[in-house]
């Protein structure tokens, strides 16, 4: 049995190379055979074939190629190639059954032809595959033209569902201090398209103000304008406070409010038109108020009246600076009604007084607050009068016996050595100013 080397040739170990040389390959006894030698190669002993030309060889389908492909010599062919065969060897005719058997193939050239047709195979998988660069440029212009053609279709359908869509606003109403709401569809009734697709504009809305505004609703590059109504039906809700005051004083409807609590400003009034005749003797009285807002709304509350003792016929005052900055300062002082036997009347005010440095930050705060009725402060109000040459806000407010029994902690003094003594431990400055009679 012949055995395969480490070189894939096989080893004539049942002398191979004998048993060929037994098989004649030439039917002229005359010619040399040629034999296979002991590494598996052919061994060209007769190349010399008259009938043959030197340019003629032999191909892998076992017939002869007469095409003169410019070979030198077939003899300058390695003699261990065993794909190669001496021309003598077939010159009376082939015959692939008789054909000498080569280590590497299982019969003749049928190995040979097979390796072809796998290097042939191998060429047509080589021009199969196609370039990366090549597949992703197919791809992408693929992509290219699916989107381009869905943002074709897409912006005709915008098109088309624009100039079908329709917005029908309504008049609506809110009433003042509601919060607006933004759902579109409170606004209009909307076709053709989502009320998503849409938005309100409020920015002509004055929420603080009733009254009549214009809204706008707009889908995409449509538009619709709407009235939208304001109205303050709600009555304003009032905190009174005690009015005192000596025999024959002055008061105002405005003194008995506290605090107006309403989107506008309250105006009060009273309800009967002699009031004032209550201040002409000593007592308690209950005065009818009228408070108004802006929009009409009105609520009757029922004020008192302290009246006690005479007119005072000196203040002492009181006062302290309460606040200082570099732009302003602010004084508080308090006011209080002395008797002829410099006995605390339980008649006294609260001033406030804010100097300003500059011209500029004292116009701004006048043309804020000139036309109001009240200035507030520290949780104290009054109307505000304003000096231009000495550039100051002033304003006053009335001062219970009640606040100042609470600011105390205990019973608000009475004669002046107490009181004097009372506000100089709390910082202040004290003077009695005389009232001329």
């Known amino acids: 049995m012949n055995n395969e080397n480490n070189n894939g040739n ?3 170990g049942n002398n191979f190379s004998n048993e060929l040389n037994s098989i004649n390959l030439n039917d002229n006894p ?49 003699n261990n190639n065993p794909y190669y065969y001496p021309n003598n060897a077939y010159s009376n005719g082939f015959d692939s059954n008789n054909m000498p ?11 040979f032809d097979n390796n072809n047709n796998n290097n042939n195979e191998d060429n047509k998988k080589k021009k199969k ?111 009174l406070k005690d009015v005192n005051t000596y025999i024959n004083g002055s008061f105002t409807a405005d003194d008995f409010i506290d605090v107006c609590d309403d989107f506008s400003t309250c105006t009060a009034e009273f309800v009967k038109e002699n009031v004032k005749s209550y201040a002409s003797k000593e007592g308690s009285y209950e005065i009818g108020l009228k408070v108004t807002d802006e929009s009409g709304n009105e609520t009757t509350v029922i004020g008192t009246l302290n009246v006690k ?21 602010i004084t508080q002082a308090d006011k209080l009604g002395l008797t002829a036997q410099n006995v605390f009347s339980q008649i006294a005010v609260r001033t406030y007084l804010i100097k300003f440095n500059k011209d500029t930050d004292y116009l701004k705060i006048k043309n804020n607050y000139e036309n109001d009725k009240s200035y507030q402060y520290n949780d104290y109000e009054g109307k505000p009068v304003f000096d231009d040459k000495q550039l100051t806000l002033y304003y006053e407010n009335s001062l219970g016996i009640e606040t100042l029994n609470k600011e105390s902690g205990s019973t608000f003094p009475t004669n002046v050595t107490a009181i004097r003594t009372y506000y100089l431990n709390k910082g202040y400055t004290c003077q009695i100013e005389r009232i001329n009679q």
């Not at 590497?104 to 050239?109: D, R, V």
């Open 10 to 12: 096989f080893n004539n």
């Open 30 to 78: 005359n010619q040399p055979i040629d034999s296979l030698d002991n590494n598996g190669n052919f061994n060209n002993n007769n190349f010399n074939n008259p009938n043959l030309d030197n340019n003629d060889y032999l191909t892998s389908s076992g017939s002869f190629n007469y095409n003169n492909q410019n070979m030198d010599n077939l003899n300058n062919f390695p």
């Open 101 to 111: 058997m080569d280590p590497f193939m299982n019969n003749g050239f049928n190995n």
């Open 129 to 239: 595959k196609k370039s990366p660069v090549f597949i992703i440029i197919i791809i992408l212009v693929i992509l290219a033209i699916g989107a381009g053609l869905f943002f074709y279709l897409r912006i005709s359908s915008n098109q088309a569902s624009k100039s079908s869509v329709t917005i029908t606003t309504k008049d609506v109403t809110f009433e003042l201090g509601q919060v607006l709401s933004k759902d579109v569809n409170k606004y209009a009734t909307i076709t053709q398209t989502d009320s998503k697709n849409c938005s309100v504009d409020l920015s002509k809305v004055d929420t603080n103000k009733a009254g009549t505004y214009e809204y706008t609703v707009k889908c995409g590059t449509q538009e619709s304008k709407g009235k939208l109504k304001l109205q303050d039906t709600t009555v304003p809700k009032v905190t």
């Open 309 to 329: 003792g005479s007119a005072p016929v000196a203040y002492y005052t009181c006062s302290k600076k309460d606040e200082e900055s570099k732009d302003y300062v």
